[in-house]
């Protein structure tokens, strides 16, 4: 048995390692630089004796073990017996079980896979799937927070964590990570990635596959992680969920699918399917996805699995008539596993009888997952995430919640901070601290918390009261709920902003307004807390706004009116006190926005790298590309983040003035903090291409890196561009590096404007 010592000495070794190592990576492409940097074993590059152990079990395999194979169960576990059900005992014991999903625990998982193992005729393990997204019980800021820390080996710690808790209670698969591309904040959905860019996500899907499964299996605190939602889940029309998708073949390419091969690079074990459509095809029917592309131009070798039942709603989307005609649909296009649905339990065995499906299509559905199952080590030990009595020793402890607690503080984004208000001084005698959220321990968690509990997490409340000096007096108003429109706690709340030197408001979404099935159609603050916002602030009292949330809004009154603005999202188990950390200055706020903030709900969608057009705005002329009413600019962009100190950018050089396609294009720019604060700054790399075959995007992310810099200290930061990296998905739906000329922008956030230029030529 591995000591919690011993695990926690080489997290922190492994985590200093990678971390030099996605320093590195960031600099150039994540697609194809992740696929050198995380190299796997076991699932990305076949291995001949899992191979051959594969084709032995399938040569001695019923067509109803195959199908079984196939099928996972949600749950099953009697609460009262502290046994499996009698309807699952028999079907897993007739082996028409390969997975189950929400069954947690050493004990549990234990008692369910020594049915697999021990009453079945073939012993083929079990593996047990969860949704592990931002944390198993020590929660982590959610995917979208932790994006905006813009740290890649930060990403990767927090989620090795989660894997060694996770793995101790019989997990050995997550349905993470999430790695749509999101560009419209209605959806509820962005929480649970990486925002609106492709290099972003496309080096944060990179890191937390590698966070969760290492460089190989052999690990047993590894777990399999699954890349989801392929593909293009992110763009759902209005903003609602498991919507209609309608894209062009270039922009899936160009823009949704780039995380997904970064995530299939890194050697993810496993892929989901997405809910939607693309262009009249569900995702979950989507041979051209899930074949061409992912198995014939991407090489995947592991298994595809299905969302929530559905494969089944292929009959809601109206391209399958009933159930069998559903599970043809599904297992023809390259879907290998149907979650819950019982679709391909109980009507594949029909169609191999009535010779309406391809045994080699059964058969290489079954390998894809037995070869996941062999490359994990389930037939080795089946046991090896069934570890009675080691939850406590590694489950939520003081180095996890501290880790948590770096991450919470790092993935904060200073919005804005009128006359240097923030830090707060230690001197200040008396805060009021005012809002629903400011006690609220449950909302800190955010959507999809898997085994948190609020009984663990830090309120901001409990944060500040163990943080503020003994000489000053902190008083607590909630002054309204979130979703009524009671106004009666107002008074009481005006009251202590008034009676106090500083105030503190909390507000923003509670952790069920983000997330799976949480759109919306109006991106301010719920309720009547704007109200309240607008009633404190007429107090004439400097204020500190403190969001709590899982999407970007439009606070357009607020960012006018309102001195210092702090975005916190959902930072998880020690929310309190890294929001603490930050408004006194322990830590300083290093964080950029991973998503575009807009200034209305009517410019979404809205992100950094959109087309230019014929007529692209021009504020002297009417007949652009412009609103009649708002400037097309977003309120906060893309990138941006203040600091407590400063930074000045200059010196750009671009020492590769010529280079031919293939060759690296290097470039250096001198960044010096000029205030008098220990402070993390983004250095980040933008490109325009001025001229291509196809229109690009007015600039893109192509490199970026977290940076710590001393008061005063000044460094020269350098990259290496993969000149691979520059090209883009042509007329024949293909990648094509166009030579020509491009310009390079380098700066703090989309903003960036210090510009210089190279050229790309012919081999």
């Known amino acids: 048995m591995v000591s919690q010592t011993s695990l926690l000495s080489g997290l922190s070794t492994r985590w200093f390692n990678s971390r030099l190592l996605l320093a590195v990576a960031t600099v150039v492409s994540s697609v194809f630089w992740c696929a050198q940097v995380y190299a796997q074993k076991g699932i990305s590059r076949l291995d001949p004796v899992i191979e051959r152990k594969v084709d032995s079990l399938l040569a001695i395999m019923t067509v109803e073990e195959k199908i079984g194979q196939l099928h996972q169960e949600s749950g099953g576990w009697d609460s009262t017996t ?16 390969g997975s189950f999903l929400n069954v947690i625990g050493a004990e549990r998982t234990r008692k369910i896979q020594r049915i697999a193992v021990e009453q079945t005729r073939l012993h083929i393990p079990l593996i047990f799937g969860e949704d592990v997204i931002h944390g198993y019980r020590t929660i982590f800021p959610i995917p979208l927070g932790e994006a905006a820390s813009w740290d890649p080996a930060l990403v990767e710690r927090d989620n090795r964590i989660a894997a060694i808790e996770a793995s101790t209670e019989g997990v050995n698969w997550t349905f993470a990570p999430m790695v749509d591309i999101a560009r419209d904040p209605r959806w509820g959905r962005i929480a649970e990635g990486s925002g609106e ?3 972003l996500g496309s080096v944060m899907a990179a890191a937390k596959v590698k966070g969760f499964q290492m460089s190989d299996f052999s690990d ?7 890349a989801k939602h392929y593909a293009a889940y992110g763009g759902a029309e209005g903003g609602r969920d498991y919507n209609t998708v309608d894209i062009s073949e270039r922009t899936l390419r160009d823009v949704y699918l780039p995380p997904f091969h970064a995530a299939v690079n890194a050697g993810a074990g496993t892929l989901m399917s997405s809910f939607n459509e693309i262009s009249g095809v569900p995702s979950t029917a989507n041979r051209h996805l899930l074949t061409t592309i992912l198995r014939g131009e991407w090489h995947f070798n592991g298994f595809v699995v299905s969302d929530w039942g559905a494969v ?26 149907d979650m819950v649905s019982g679709v391909y339990l109980h009507t594949l065995p029909i169609a191999v009888r009535n010779s309406k499906i391809r045994m080699s299509v059964l058969n290489e559905a079954v390998r894809r997952i037995l070869r996941v199952k062999f490359a994990v080590g389930l037939f080795k030990n089946p046991y090896r995430n069934c570890r009675e009595g080691t939850e406590r020793a590694v489950i939520l402890t003081p180095e996890h919640r501290a880790a948590a607690r770096t991450s919470a503080a790092n993935s904060m984004v200073l919005l804005k901070n009128q006359n240097g208000l923030l830090p707060l001084s230690r001197d200040v005698s008396s805060i009021a601290l005012i809002g629903p959220l400011a006690e609220s321990k449950d909302a800190t968690l955010g959507p999809w918390h898997t085994m948190g509990e609020g009984a663990d997490a830090v309120s901001i409340l409990e944060g500040l009261r163990s943080s503020v000096p003994p000489q000053t007096r902190l008083t607590y108003k909630k002054g309204c709920n979130l979703t009524f429109s009671d106004t ?3 008074s009481e709340a005006v009251q202590a902003a008034s009676s106090s030197d500083v105030v503190i408001l909390v507000a923003g979404e509670t952790e069920d307004m983000s997330g799976e099935a949480s ?11 704007l109200e309240l916002v607008r009633r404190i602030s007429a107090t004439g009292k400097p204020v500190v706004l403190v969001l709590m949330n899982g999407r970007p809004l439009c606070i357009p009154w607020e960012a006018e009116h309102i001195q210092a603005i702090l975005e916190t999202w959902f930072s998880g188990v020690e929310a309190g006190n890294a929001v603490a950390d930050v408004i006194f200055g322990k830590v300083n706020p290093g964080g950029k926005l991973p998503a575009t903030f807009p200034r209305s709900v009517g410019q979404v969608p809205i992100y950094y790298d959109h087309k230019n057009t014929g007529r692209p705005i021009d504020e002297n002329e009417r007949f652009t590309s412009r609103y009649f009413d708002l400037p097309n600019t977003p309120l906060f962009p893309f990138g941006f983040g203040l600091s407590y100190t400063s930074f000045n950018y200059g010196n750009l050089r671009v020492l590769t003035a010529s280079a031919k396609i293939g060759q690296p294009v290097n470039l250096s720019v001198d960044v010096r903090n000029t205030g008098s604060r220990k402070g993390d700054e983004v250095v980040q790399v933008y490109i325009r291409q001025r001229y291509a075959a196809i229109t690009r995007p007015v600039m893109e992310l192509k490199a970026f890196r977290r940076i710590t810099f001393e008061p005063g200290e000044v460094k020269r930061v350098e990259f290496a561009l993969d000149s691979r990296q520059l090209g883009y998905t042509g007329d024949d739906m293909k990648y094509t590096v166009e ?19 190279f050229e790309l030529v012919k081999e």
């Open 519 to 529: 759109s919306r159609s109006d991106l301010g603050l719920p309720g009547v807390q």
């Open 220 to 226: 047993s605190t590894t777990i399999v992680a699954c």
């Open 488 to 490: 009666s706690g107002f």
């Open 197 to 199: 860019d492709t290099y």
């Open 312 to 337: 089944g709603e292929l009959r809601n989307h109206g391209i399958a008539g009933d159930s069998a005609q559903a599970a043809l649909r599904a297992i023809n296009a390259g879907v290998d596993m």
């Open 739 to 757: 030579p020509g000329v491009f310009e390079v922008l380098v700066g703090g956030s989309s903003d960036a404007t210090i510009a210089g230029r």
């Open 82 to 97: 502290q046994s499996l059900g009698a309807t699952e005992t028999e079907r897993l014991r007739k082996g028409l079980i």
